[in-house]
């Protein structure tokens, strides 16, 4: 099945910080890549999703590009705000397997 | 369509208990999906429809918990005899019959077991 290794957290920057949470992942076939956020107390939202290899997803600022050499798809924003304290989850979706598989998030806070 | 919709949001209860809580999907989407999440972890997964069909259970889903989607349409997950290990939040995720097809998350039912 598929798996994914995250950035350990949590993540504390001040506003305005460049931010990168890194992502790996193992699958079989040929996955779609997610980045999914949520904030306490709800469900998760999906950010940004690519869906072939080199493919960047974008939204909100917020980008990730499918890297297949690296297994990688690690998420950027130049600019944080502290409206985007919340934890994020990359995942593999497709492929071999139908579910989203995730790891632990990433706790990310941002300092006013 | 208002996305994915999780009753009830909150559920209490004591233990031995049976309880159930209900998914209903994105209208269009055919694939339906039960996770669960405790504190501070990811969602793992727990099953899978394809329309009215459960086609993988994770072996997490231990013989207390059934879930079913009678019409291919809403789901429900009942969870027999609740331990307080059960306690987490159920998320249930819907998405179309595609390869990069979204998926779509509720915002998930609190169960805790006192």
């Known amino acids: 099945g598929n798996s994914v290794t995250q950035m350990e957290g949590p993540v504390t920057l001040s506003e305005e910080a460049f931010l990168t949470i890194n992502c790996t992942y193992t699958?079989?076939?040929?996955?779609?890549l997610f980045w999914y956020v949520q904030y306490p107390g709800e469900g998760l939202q999906l950010l940004l999703k690519?869906?072939?290899?080199?493919d960047k997803g974008s939204n909100k600022g917020f980008e990730a590009t499918y890297r297949k050499e690296t297994t990688s798809f690690h998420l950027e924003k130049g600019s944080v705000q502290v409206s985007d304290s919340a934890v994020y989850f990359c995942?593999?979706?497709?492929?071999?397997?139908?579910?989203?598989?995730f790891g632990s998030g990433t706790q990310l806070t941002v300092l006013p | 369509d208002t996305g994915v919709s999780q009753d009830p949001r909150h559920k209490i209860t004591k233990r031995g208990q049976n309880v159930t809580f209900r998914c209903d999907p994105i209208?269009?989407?055919?694939?339906l999906y039960w996770y669960r999440q405790t504190l501070g972890q990811g969602p793992e997964f727990l099953t899978y429809?394809?329309?009215?069909?459960?086609?993988?259970k994770s072996r997490l889903l231990s013989d207390r918990f059934s879930a079913e989607r009678p019409k291919g349409s809403f789901s429900t997950l009942e969870i027999q005899r609740t331990e307080q290990g059960d306690s987490a939040m159920y998320l249930c995720?819907?998405?179309?019959?595609?390869?990069?097809?979204?998926?779509?998350f509720g915002s998930g039912t609190r169960l805790t077991v006192v």
């Open positions: 995942s593999p979706g497709g492929g071999s397997a139908r579910q989203l598989t």
């Open positions: 690519a869906t072939k290899a080199d």
């Open positions: 209208s269009e989407h055919n694939r």
């Open positions: 429809f394809q329309n009215e069909a459960q086609l993988e």
């Open positions: 699958a079989t076939g040929y996955p779609s």
């Open positions: 995720a819907s998405s179309a019959d595609s390869p990069s097809g979204d998926y779509t």
